[in-house]
């Protein structure tokens, strides 16, 4: 396959993926980055191991409509010849002509048991914090589709982590995101042999 990753942010989980690809654990092609922030870890880590990049940002096209801006992510998906859209880090929606030009070939890696923890804020420390101030005792990670709603996509890997009563939001980020690098290339190469399917109506 032909992946193109988006992200924001650090880029570990994109580190994680590479990794994965130089020890031959995943066989697909990282070909592409796509970030919103073109001075983000992730456009370094890009440049280390030379995959292109394509900034886009809505402060360097303010003047296009919803469905221009989706064509841009559009174009240079189809120029890549993507199959499978990663999102890791991603602070951005995902346009709905992306979605459905990309349906059930959009995944994303959510630092929480969804659907508990979801939706338009939690992201980031804001997730962790709201698990320690709930008590809940097992937190965790889910890999899912990207839909057009927040962390509501179909569920496709989950993974539990156990909620230490000493732990506050920065130890427990810290834990998952260590599960959260073996689980997505793990995903990855279910869809490569085909164990989930890419592509499909829900
Ligand atoms: C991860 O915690 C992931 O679950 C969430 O964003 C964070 C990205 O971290 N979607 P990184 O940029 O991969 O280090």
Same mark, same amino acid.
């Given at each position: 396959m032909n992946i193109c990753i988006f992200a924001s942010g650090t880029g570990s989980n994109f580190q994680a993926i590479l990794n994965a690809k130089s020890k031959r654990e995943i066989q697909s092609r990282i070909c592409l980055l796509i970030t =919103? =922030?073109? $001075?983000?870890?992730a456009v370094e880590i890009a440049k280390n191991y030379s995959v292109d990049v394509v900034h886009i940002s809505r402060k360097l096209y303010p003047d296009l409509d919803p469905v221009q801006y989706s064509n841009l992510f559009i174009s240079a998906l189809k120029k890549y010849e993507i199959d499978l859209i990663v999102l890791a880090g991603y602070m951005k929606k995902i346009g709905k002509e992306v979605v459905q030009e990309y349906y059930n070939r959009i995944i994303n890696i959510h630092p929480a048991l969804l659907p508990s923890f979801g939706g338009e804020n939690m992201f980031g420390l804001n997730v962790h914090r709201a698990v320690i101030e709930s008590g809940v005792k097992v937190s965790g990670l889910t890999i899912h589709f990207v839909n057009q709603?927040?962390?509501?996509? $179909?569920?496709i890997f989950q993974k539990c982590v156990e909620v230490s009563d000493d732990d506050d939001a920065f130890s427990l980020q810290k834990k998952i995101l260590i599960y959260e690098h073996e689980s997505y290339p793990e995903v990855i190469k279910r869809i490569e042999n085909g164990l989930i399917k890419i592509g499909e109506k829900q």
């Open positions: =919103n =922030n073109s $001075k983000c870890g709603d927040y962390d509501q996509g $179909k569920i």
